[in-house]
Antibody, heavy 117, light 106 residues
């Protein structure tokens, strides 16, 4: 069965960076787009961007240009998102989601990132 | 950017009641997608291509609409349906979501 296993909770300092992971299993990792979505506390959902692991192509929501960098490791079927220059505004739950016909057919369990000194 | 406006923001319904959530798009979209999210959990795909139920979704749910106006309807509310529902469009980037409708049991 399809599974997206995300890395654990992160507590990071302002101005630093963090890299969170999403390990895929149960399907051909290189053949489906992987999306990333942000959910700030008590707020709705924002699309960050996608990566196509087969060739590494990416597309970002302009809002997250320069903030998020998406990569993928085909050998381990793992997608990554690095967030840089972190501020309190970046404190949120981040989800990966596999596109399969529809953009967000399968979701990871979410990774909580808390930015605090 | 296509803005999706959901209404109502919050709604309370009694078991057996009919519930309708609407989603209006700032520009015409080809299809609408709906997600259910319960507290502390990941969203789940609920309705795709405007009116198709995702796997495991009870048939008391339905979706309809076209252009800039879409809706999700629950024919007879059940306690397990209490959740937040989000609409989402895929017609243009950035992909956008509505702000959510919180459905509570009365």
């Amino acid at each position: 069965q399809v599974q997206l296993q995300q890395s654990g909770t992160e507590l990071v300092k302002p101005a630093s960076s963090v890299k969170i992971s999403c390990k895929a299993s149960g399907y051909t990792f290189t053949s489906n787009y992987m999306h990333w979505i942000r959910q700030q506390p008590g707020n709705g959902l924002e699309w960050i961007g996608w990566i196509y692991p087969g060739n590494g192509n990416t597309k970002y929501n302009q809002k997250f240009d320069g903030k998020a960098t998406l990569t993928a490791d085909k050998s381990s079927s793992t997608a990554y998102m690095q967030l840089s220059s972190l501020t309190s505004e970046d404190s949120a739950v981040y989800f990966c989601a596999r596109q399969w016909g529809t953009p967000f057919a399968y979701w990871g369990q979410g990774t909580l990132v808390t930015v605090s000194s | 950017e296509i803005v999706l406006t959901q209404s109502p923001t919050t709604i309370a319904a009694s078991p057996g009641e009919k519930v309708t959530i609407t989603c209006r798009a700032s520009s015409s979209v080809s299809y609408m997608y709906w997600y259910q999210q319960k507290s502390g959990a990941s969203p789940k795909l609920w309705i795709y291509d405007t009116s198709k139920l995702a796997s495991g979704v009870p048939n008391r749910f339905s979706g309809s609409g076209s252009g800039t106006s879409y809706s999700l309807t629950i024919n007879t509310m059940e306690t397990e349906d209490a959740a937040t529902y989000y609409c989402q469009q895929w017609s243009s980037t950035p992909l956008t979501f509505g702000s959510g409708t919180k459905l509570e049991i009365k």
